[in-house]
């Protein structure tokens, strides 16, 4: 046996059919951990101790056994999507998003279609009508990635996503290749900005989109063809209410001026305004239709552990997920920690899970920088109006509250049980806005959300409602006055969640119109 290299160790996950049970064919990802902080089991031994004139313990027996898997990471949108619907239980709703195996001259080869799927499928005749569009990307052409419109309506158990400009490849089998459902494209003129600043249509049925109540969606496109004469139009907003012809918008970047849609500054009619949005992922509770347990099965493969210089492998079996940090610092990369509770966890072998060595590898893995990456970052009332934007640190906290639970004659848990949700961020600000300290001492709800994106696309946080704490102040020499608000969140009715995980596929770059 040689020495295991902390370098050489890769750490995958798949997800499981049942607890500890993998699928017949599971589909692996590779992960990319900073630091592994904790693997393996806890084994717990009792000695026994009888009254003896040996005066020594005697040779006890295992009583108890625990399992857990925690890592570091940096904070990427691959780490994100992996595991939101894990730590929030709960399916991402919004938009589809398809691993594909091929490029063909016509489109995509995607699973097969559902009935739901292929209806949220939009394609305009003759380009005439509102149409999807698809973000592609982990191909090795150029021309098969990008931001495409679909070419042609769906049906149920297709097995093809229409798009063109495409060249036939086949990528290997460990690529992170996928087509994700980025938004849609309005027809000419009917994308318009009312007086109330909520995005109104003539044709377009919003309810046949998938677009979701809650979720946060981004008004323009990447192209200026694609977006509102008026800048003031262009930005994020949270979907307030889902009508035929109405979305009610709040959370605006801005303050958006009413617009029909019709002009693009130059006596031209008739834009095709894109709204982009992706999946949407958002705690429910355990009668909701979109309420699910996921458990998680990790692989740890450590090379020159077994006899002969072999990789050895160890599974880790049955994990809830169950403690989710993300820390955006002043300076440096935002970085995230996860923590799982499982079952069990396998002794070292050299035998390999089913379709373990297929695992994906890549994805959207770009990290977030602190002072690039961060779109939005903000307190609010529940009015929009802003209470702070001015942070010197912040840290996101999700705890789902997971404990094993044991029973006689197994050793480790049988069962794992997730209890209530608990979200907080830790905060501090500059001391700009005396409403804040109001706003602590009256117990007023407020709401805390915030927005990163970077190449791969981008994710939006939304902690609809919730409370401050604290309000301490740090008076350091020769700098701003500092306030420290604990934020905790609580579920907002409405709504019906706590926390809410928007997604983004694409987006126009930082400061592009």
């Given at each position: 046996m ?17 607890l500890g ?6 589909q692996?990802f ?12 806890t084994?717990t ?9 040996a005066?020594a313990?005697?040779?006890g027996?295992?009583?108890?056994l625990d ?13 994100l ?5 894990a ?9 589809d ?9 016509t489109?995509?080869t ?5 009935a ?16 999807s569009?698809?973000?592609v ?5 150029d021309?098969?990635?990008g ?28 690529a992170?290749v ?12 009917d994308?318009?900005?009312d ?19 809650g979720?946060v ?14 800048e ?9 209410t ?5 979305l ?17 500054g130059?006596g ?6 894109d709204?982009?949005?992706?999946q ?6 355990v ?9 998680t ?17 160890e ?16 300076t ?9 509770v ?29 002072a ?16 702070s934007t ?17 029973v006689?004659?197994k ?5 794992l049980?997730?209890?209530d ?25 407020v ?30 020499e020769?700098?701003?006055v ?7 969140a ?18 126009p ?5």
């Open positions: 040689g020495r295991v290299i902390t370098n050489a160790t890769t750490l995958s996950f798949a997800r499981e059919a049942s049970v993998l699928p017949g064919t599971p692996w590779e992960l990319e951990p900073n630091n592994i902080t904790s693997w393996g089991t084994i031994k009792e000695a026994r101790n009888p009254i003896s004139q005066r313990r005697r040779k027996v295992v009583t108890d399992s857990s898997v925690e890592f570091e990471a940096d904070l990427t949108l691959a780490h999507r992996h595991f939101a619907e730590f929030l239980f709960s399916r991402a709703i919004g938009a998003a398809f691993l594909t195996s091929a490029a063909t001259a489109g995509y995607i699973p097969a279609l559902t739901a799927q292929a209806g949220r499928l939009l394609y305009g005749s003759a380009g005439a009508d509102a149409v569009l698809i973000y990307s982990g191909f090795v052409n021309e098969n990635n931001l495409k419109p679909v070419t042609a309506t769906h049906a149920t158990s297709a097995t093809e996503l229409k798009a063109a400009g495409n060249v036939a490849e086949t990528p290997a089998a460990s992170f996928e087509v994700a459902v980025a938004g849609l494209r309005g027809a000419a003129g994308l318009e900005i007086a109330n600043g909520d995005l109104i249509s003539t044709a377009l049925d919003f309810t046949t989109t998938g677009i979701a109540a979720q969606i981004h008004i323009g496109g990447v192209d200026v063809a694609n977006q509102f004469f008026n003031e139009n262009i930005g994020f907003a949270r979907v307030r889902v009508a035929a012809h109405k009610t918008l709040d959370k605006r970047d801005q303050a958006f001026v009413a617009d029909d849609g019709t002009d693009n130059s031209g009619t008739g834009l095709r305004i709204i982009l949005f992706g949407f992922v958002r705690n429910q509770g009668n909701d239709a979109d309420y699910v347990e996921i458990s099965q990790f692989e740890m493969a450590s090379p020159n552990l077994m006899a002969g210089g072999a990789t050895g492998y599974y880790s079996l049955g994990n809830y997920a169950d403690a989710l940090s993300i820390a955006i610092p002043l440096g990369k935002a970085t995230m920690t996860l923590g799982f499982g079952t069990d966890t396998t002794n070292p072998s050299t035998t390999r899970a089913a379709e373990a060595e297929n695992a994906k590898v890549g994805g959207q893995v770009e990290s977030f920088g602190s690039s990456d961060i779109a939005r970052l903000r307190v609010q009332d529940v009015d929009e109006a802003g209470l001015d942070f010197k640190q912040a840290t996101f906290t999700l705890t789902n509250n997971v404990a094993g639970e044991k006689i004659g050793l480790g848990p049988k069962y049980n997730a209890g949700i608990e979200c907080d961020v830790e905060a501090q600000m500059l001391f700009t806005n005396a409403d804040v300290i109001e706003r602590i001492r009256c117990n007023k709800t709401g805390f959300d915030w927005v990163v994106r970077n190449g791969d696309g981008g994710a939006a946080f939304d902690l609809p409602t919730g409370t401050l704490s604290g309000g301490n102040r740090e008076f350091p020769n700098q701003s500092l306030i420290n608000t604990p934020f905790m609580h579920e907002e009715e409405s709504y019906g969640f706590t926390c809410g995980i928007s997604f983004f596929p694409v987006l770059e930082e400061g592009c119109a």
